[in-house]
């Protein structure tokens, strides 16, 4: 496999990687508006075929409606069906965090299905307590998927209390 960061993620690219798959994300979630990710690293096949994606946006968050930082947002996390189960959220993952360190805010934050909490925690992300709030065309929602940060810097934590993203979910 070949890592390689992409500037921006074609329509022609992105029905590839989902392969005819009409719900990655589980649902619910799948009937969102997710916003666009700043930056991109995918794995291709030998054949060079893109396999694997995930990306990454700067994005503002508010907690228990007074403190407010921005996270990287990490999303559009995707493996081809074909290629699941092979290890390769962990080669998405690692560079992507790097990525992620660099862009200045000291916070990764995503979303993901209940099942796939235990590969995130082996990523250091730990679940959020409570429900999150995100931004929709129509207003604002309750995200149907868990919530999970990491610190992208020594000695940061995350404060108590209802989060809300400040746009649209990533």
């Known amino acids: 496999m070949e890592l390689v960061e992409l500037q921006a993620l074609t329509s022609q690219q992105w029905r590839a990687l989902l392969a005819g798959e009409r719900e990655p994300w589980g649902g619910e979630a799948d009937q969102l508006v997710w916003g666009d990710k700043q930056r991109h690293v995918g794995l291709r096949d030998a054949d060079g075929r893109l396999v694997a994606l995930a990306g990454a946006v700067t ?76 931004r929709q065309p129509d207003g604002v929602v309750e995200m149907p998927l868990r919530t999970m940060w990491r610190p992208l810097r020594e000695g940061v934590g995350w404060p108590r209390g209802r989060v809300e993203v400040l746009g649209l979910p990533f």
């Open 59 to 134: 994005v503002e968050v508010e907690v228990a409606l007074v403190e407010r930082f921005q996270v990287v947002g990490i999303g559009a996390v995707l493996v081809t069906a074909s290629e699941r189960g092979r290890g390769l959220v962990w080669e998405l993952l690692r560079p992507l965090l790097e990525i992620a360190a660099e862009m200045g805010p000291e916070r990764a934050m995503l979303f993901c299905r209940p099942q796939l909490m235990g590969l995130y925690g082996r990523l250091g992300f730990a679940e959020i307590a409570g429900p999150t709030w995100v």
